[in-house]
């Protein structure tokens, strides 16, 4: 049984993966009762993003005549007393970046110890982790006063890289099914989920499940072997397919009732159920090569923030140990 066949939801003449209790609405489809998928809602988390990443750079380019400045030159700028890595503003930027440093370390923690349940669900962690992260970068050269020497200057190329790949480390941790708790959802339990999306489609546009199904049917790469590159690739793809098709969505639903009416509110709801559903077909298609490609992530980005961690230690060891340590 290949995988593109596990992905559509079974018609009633050939069930393709029968699960023990019965969902209403198509007649001989079977699936145990649906999860709570999580559907996490981001626009939160990017506003956060967005400010501080915006500060951060407006910091940066109001410094920009006393970065671009050689060290002598530094010395007689009338903002060299704020933006010197020992300054007010350049060692606040360092002590910010060391504590946030810090709190990023407490994510694979909440990973590991299921006793850090109660304090949210794991993606949740990943969202407040990776828009941390994104900060850093923007702190340690505010802190270094855009110079990377000795062996801060090794820390700070290895976080570029963890930063850099933490963004497509989530990005491929949200295309892999979970539920809210950041559990990966069993293929059961994702075909469960696409019948009761298809049965509540079809209870508020009016059409038939079976054509629901037929209409939100999207052809997407399964190839279970094909490199990273190339799943990143596919994985891209069907995002852009599922975007364009979710575009079409009203004009197909209203088509396919023989240009009858449907109520506004129930053809936008449609159209956020179906492109939940396409997003899931997409997945469980996609699913073995993206945790195969998920895991080889894994490996790469773990040396680089280890790199970075040592690098850390030893600046703040040093600065301390120089007796340089509070707005020298």
């Known amino acids: 049984m290949n995988q593109g066949n596990l992905a559509r939801v079974a018609p009633p003449s050939a069930p393709r993966l029968p699960t023990p209790a019965r ?10 009762a649906a999860p709570v998928v999580s559907r996490r809602t981001s626009a939160g988390v990017n506003w956060v993003t967005l400010v501080i990443v915006v500060t951060l750079v407006v910091i940066n380019v109001a410094g920009a005549p006393y970065y671009a400045r050689s060290l002598g030159e530094r010395v007689r700028h009338p903002l060299h007393a704020l933006l010197r890595p020992s300054g007010l503003v350049g060692q606040s930027a360092g002590i910010i970046a060391f504590v946030v440093f ?3 370390w407490l994510y694979p923690l909440r990973k590991k110890w299921k006793a850090l349940a109660f304090t949210g669900s794991v993606g949740k962690w990943l969202d407040v982790h990776v828009t941390t992260a994104i900060g850093l970068p923007l702190l340690l050269t505010i802190h270094a006063a855009w110079r990377s020497d000795g062996v801060i200057g090794l820390g700070f190329g290895a976080m570029l890289v963890v930063c850099a790949s933490g963004i497509v480390g989530r990005y491929l941790y949200t295309r892999i099914p979970r539920a809210k708790s950041g559990v990966e959802l069993t293929r059961d ?4 989920e696409r019948n009761r999306l298809i049965d509540e489609i079809a209870g508020a546009t009016g059409l038939d499940p079976r054509t629901v199904e037929a209409t939100l049917d999207v052809a997407s790469p399964s190839d279970e072997k094909a490199g990273a590159m190339q799943v990143l690739r596919d994985l891209v793809t069907n995002d852009v397919r599922r975007w364009r098709m979710t575009r079409e969505l009203r004009r197909r639903f209203q088509e396919l009732e023989g240009g009858r009416a449907i109520p506004e509110a129930a053809l936008a709801r449609s159209v956020t159920l ?6 899931l077909s997409q997945q469980v298609r996609m699913l073995e090569a993206t945790q195969r490609v998920f895991r080889y992530w894994h490996i790469a980005h773990k040396p680089f ?3 970075a961690l040592v690098a850390v230690v030893i600046h703040v060891a040093v600065v301390v140990a120089l007796g340089a340590t509070w707005f020298y």
């Open 102 to 104: 810090v709190f990023l």
């Open 23 to 32: 969902l209403t609405g198509i007649p001989g489809r079977s699936a145990t």
């Open 189 to 192: 339990e994702v075909v469960s």
């Open 305 to 307: 923030a280890l790199t």
């Open 274 to 279: 179906a492109s939940r559903e396409i997003a």
